[in-house]
């Protein structure tokens, strides 16, 4: 079979992607996630009478603890192939990274293998976020002054 012949097989078998369906999706689903965000936001500040920053904890805590526990549980992924980038993006990917890495290794027991895999995927975006934060602070510092 000649090259031409393998390449049209493989296209006209490929799913196709829907982008301007998962765009909307995404922007939906993401939005619902934003006003569920600013709800619990405005609900840590009146039923726990914390200020904006202190709440703003709280709902970035509540919503790893969520997609951890999905993630532990087989949901988050099902809702991943649903709505696509919507809940990768946001820090509810992050916990779902650092979750399923452990998970991954349990049975190799807490220290060799969840201890030693939670960070897996997740460190190159803590270790490069860290070194990114220390350049731009310098350059800030320099630029701005002391």
């Known amino acids: 079979m000649d090259k031409n012949r393998y ?3 493989v296209d006209n078998n490929t799913p196709k992607e829907e982008c301007f369906k998962n765009s909307i999706i995404a922007f939906l689903v993401g939005g ?3 006003a569920a965000g600013e709800l619990l936001l ?3 500040m009146i039923w ?3 200020p904006r920053k202190e709440s703003g ?3 970035t805590l509540t919503f790893v603890t969520i997609a951890s526990v999905l993630t532990a549980l087989g949901i988050f992924d099902v809702l ?4 696509k980038a919507a809940l990768i993006i946001p820090i509810t990917g992050f916990a779902h990274s650092m979750t399923s890495a452990a998970l991954e290794y349990k049975h190799e027991g807490l220290v060799l293998g969840i201890g030693s895999n939670v960070f897996k995927l997740a460190g ?3 270790l490069y976020g860290v070194v990114s934060v220390y ?3 310098l350059v800030r510092l320099l630029v701005m002054g002391g």
């Open 48 to 50: 726990l009478n914390l």
């Open 42 to 44: 405005r609900c840590y």
């Open 7 to 9: 390449k049209e097989i």
């Open 32 to 34: 619902l996630l934003g």
């Open 135 to 137: 350049i731009f602070g």
């Open 124 to 126: 190159t975006v803590i």
């Open 57 to 59: 904890v709280l709902v």
């Open 80 to 83: 991943v192939s649903k709505v």
